[in-house]
């Protein structure tokens, strides 16, 4: 495996607010490597945007602190110095796009204009060079008729279309890293459908690392390489895609997969849905012990008490769960310890 | 079987004024037999919501007839007609934060339909209300707190007790899960599919995901720009869809199989829905259509059987689209 380019060690963030400290994430580690997709997954609350918005420089200041954890990109530290090289990380090595594309749009301005003006701050482009480019860049996205829609304002394009240009506008400065929160959740899935294959297929050109969060297991089949599952603010499980979906060893990851239904012809009998009971604990006091066991259906009595240690399950796969330590004995159905040892 | 919902020829159209018309539901049949759960899928703005609501009474039908149990229900409701039908067909709605009215308890939201029973004593309907939110999986001391005191799942919980308190048999659930967590969303489909068992009740359920839908209908019915394209049973209609529209649809669906979606072909179709408005004639679909052919553009195509090998076996699958003609 290639080095990473991007290793985020042990990030803690909390939210200084009136009810008390949100502890909204507790020690995330993890590695981002060029050309492929990392997907963070799990349910509502449990710290996936403040984690991308830590790269970002979005975490408002106060009430958000950053108080421990370090972020190399290409061995320098982002969360210390927002300058690289005397560029602005921001915009012009990772840049992000989300749900709702007015985040990042200006409805006042021509959307070519827009996509242009990124350039000219983090490239240097003089105006017309600029407005040439961001026409490119809307072709490039698949916006029919670019060189007209460059000239439209947002109000003008349709959902799917201005998810397009949020996009166009995003990889401008060709970033090498490409955040991407929940980027399709409002869209309908033929939309969703066109949107993921101008993802890959953007990535396939530039070679660029996309981080994808979303909460639809379907959407992290289809588009990562790598996948990490958190929960109250912390990793509970990473590893490559087949591990998380064929070979998952937390409770949690196989909780969120048996929720879901699947679409398989020849199992005649269909499988129920197991819910997963409550949910998420608040982040003002996450539990003792493993923040899941008051959910998990093989909670002991360690989980209460102690933090589970990190078991490694594979190259690349690690999970934290009492139930991978030594001492747990055998393994409940379903979820697996070494690698390849079940489908 | 005799239907619980009949629907014929069903239209909502809503004037914009300025010749401006929203072909919202245009011509739509479709029954519903007593205890059956029936899912409707479609893009957004392709009119499921207009139908479900039209279907309610809370639009004035354009055209069309809707019976309920043989009963032809009113074009335009009056206040006494919300009464008598309110206790039968009832409607959970998507959003579990804005359908809530934010200034009521917990307790009077969901006791609010009782009002249509006077003979209720006050003790009784705190009985009822009680009793419904341990149905539900909330608890009865959740009646003198606040929507806002409660996340998105226990809302849309509470939706589904306020719908359900006056024991309707009819429920159309529009997207009741969309807005819920993957976790939350098998909560609320397994409470809605024992409750449907329990009750005998008969749903139209609404939902943009499909998966979602196949699991938990019977029979699965797709539109598209207020047309209905194809109706099924579900494994017919996610398995073996006939229509081109419903094709792309069911290619677009991601599953949670990483293995399947490395050898997934990419049938992604060019472009979105079109504007309800001022539809053109001919199949509502041609202008994405990979299969169009020339008679498409002119002609409506009818939904009917799809052909069967045999002449005296008639399909239960319907589709509207005339490579089957
Ligand atoms: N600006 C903020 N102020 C206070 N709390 C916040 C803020 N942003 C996020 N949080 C809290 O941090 C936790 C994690 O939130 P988030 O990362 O948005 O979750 P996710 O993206 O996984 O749904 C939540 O409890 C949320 O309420
Ligand atoms: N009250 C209304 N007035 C005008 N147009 C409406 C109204 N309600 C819905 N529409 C339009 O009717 C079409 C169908 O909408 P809707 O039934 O909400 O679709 P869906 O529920 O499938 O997303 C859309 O074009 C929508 O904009
Ligand atoms: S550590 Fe214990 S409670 Fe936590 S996931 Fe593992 S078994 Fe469940
Ligand atoms: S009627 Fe024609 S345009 Fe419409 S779906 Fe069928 S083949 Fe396509
Ligand atoms: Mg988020
Ligand atoms: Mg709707």
Redesign the interface.
């Known amino acids: 495996m290639s080095e990473p380019l991007l290793q985020v060690e042990n990030l803690h963030v909390d939210f200084q607010t009136y009810g008390g400290v949100v502890q909204a994430v507790r020690g995330v580690s993890f590695d981002v490597i060029a050309g492929q997709t990392l997907a963070i997954v799990g ?2 609350g449990c710290g996936k945007s403040v984690t991308v918005q830590s790269l970002m420089g979005l975490i408002p200041m106060p009430p958000g602190r950053i108080h421990q954890g370090s972020a190399r990109l290409r061995g320098q530290d982002i969360l210390v110095s927002k300058m690289i090289a005397g560029q602005d990380i921001r915009g012009s090595q990772i840049s992000m796009i989300f749900q709702d594309p007015m985040t990042s749009l200006n409805p006042t301005m021509n959307v070519g204009s827009q996509i242009a003006e990124t350039l000219e701050v983090h490239r240097g482009y003089s105006k017309s060079e600029a407005f040439a480019r961001a026409i490119e860049l809307l072709d490039m996205s698949k916006i029919p008729e670019a060189a007209k829609r460059a000239k439209q304002y947002p109000f003008e394009f ?4 201005l998810q397009r240009a949020m996009i166009a506008m995003a990889i401008a400065c060709e970033p090498a890293i490409l955040v991407a929160d929940e980027p399709t959740t409002a869209l ?7 949107i ?2 101008l993802l890959s297929d953007l990535q396939k050109e530039t070679g660029m690392a996309i981080i994808l969060i979303t ?8 588009m ?1 390489d790598e996948v990490m599952v958190m929960y109250a603010g912390q990793v509970v499980e990473k590893g490559s ?2 591990d998380i ?2 070979r998952s060893g937390h409770p949690y990851t196989q ?9 398989n ?1 020849s199992t005649e009998a ?1 499988r ?6 409550g ?1 998420p604990p608040d982040l003002f006091n996450p539990p003792r012990g493993c923040a899941y066991h008051p959910r998990c259906p093989y909670s002991m009595q360690v989980c209460a008490k102690q933090v589970p240690s990190a078991s490694k399950l594979g190259p690349s796969h690690q999970t934290q769960c009492w139930l991978h330590h030594d001492m747990a004995g055998p393994l409940p159905d379903g979820l697996v310890s070494v690698d390849g040892a079940a489908r | 079987m005799k239907p619980l919902v009949d629907i014929q020829n069903l239209v909502k159209y809503f004037d914009l004024g300025g010749n401006l018309r929203v072909h919202a539901v245009d011509d739509i049949s479709l029954s519903i037999n007593p205890r059956e759960i029936v899912g409707l899928v479609g ?2 703005g392709s009119g499921k919501s207009t139908l479900g609501k039209t279907l309610l009474g809370l639009h004035d039908k354009t055209d069309g007839r809707v019976y309920y149990d043989g009963q032809m229900l009113p074009q335009r409701y009056q206040a006494r007609d919300f009464r008598a039908m309110a206790p039968k067909m009832q409607m959970i709605f998507q959003d579990p934060y804005s359908s809530l009215n934010p200034r009521m308890t917990v307790g009077e939201i969901v006791g609010e339909g009782l009002r249509l029973r006077p003979e209720l004593s006050a003790n009784e309907v705190q009985d009822r209300v009680a009793y419904w939110l341990k149905l539900v999986g909330l608890s009865p001391e959740h009646r003198s707190r606040y929507p806002h005191e409660f ?3 226990q809302r849309q919980r509470i939706g589904i007790a306020r719908a359900l308190i006056l024991q309707p048999e009819f429920v159309v659930c529009d997207e009741p899960i969309s807005a819920l ?7 609320v ?2 409470l809605l599919g024992e409750l449907t068992e329990e009750l005998g009740l008969t749903l139209l359920f609404i939902a ?1 995901d ?3 839908v ?2 938990i209908s019977a029979r699965m019915a797709v539109m598209y720009l207020g047309g209905l394209v194809e109706i099924g049973t579900s ?1 017919e209609v ?2 073996d869809p006939k229509h081109p529209y419903t094709q ?2 069911i ?11 490395r050898n ?1 072909q ?1 049938t ?3 472009g ?2 079109p504007s309800p408005v001022n539809v053109p004639a001919g199949c509502r679909f041609a202008n994405r259509c990979p299969q169009a052919m020339p008679r498409c553009s002119t002609t409506t195509p009818a939904l009917k059987p799809v052909p069967t090998a045999s002449k005296d076996l008639q399909s239960q699958q319907l589709v509207a689209c005339h490579l089957y003609d």
């Open positions: 349910e509502s349709s959902g799917g279309m309908d899935v033929t939309i969703q459908a066109q993921l294959d909460h639809d297991l379907g959407v992290v089949a289809r990562a895609a087949d979906f064929y909780g969120l997969r048996q929720a879901m239904p699947t679409n012809k269909e129920t849905l197991e819910s997963i009971d949910s | 893009e957004s996340s998105g799942g967590d993957v976790s939350v969303q098998a909560q489909v397994n943009h499909l998966s979602m196949r699991y494994s996610f398995f792309t649809l290619s677009s669906n991601p599953e949670a199989d990483p293995i399947h979606e997934r990419s992604t179709i060019q979105e829905i």
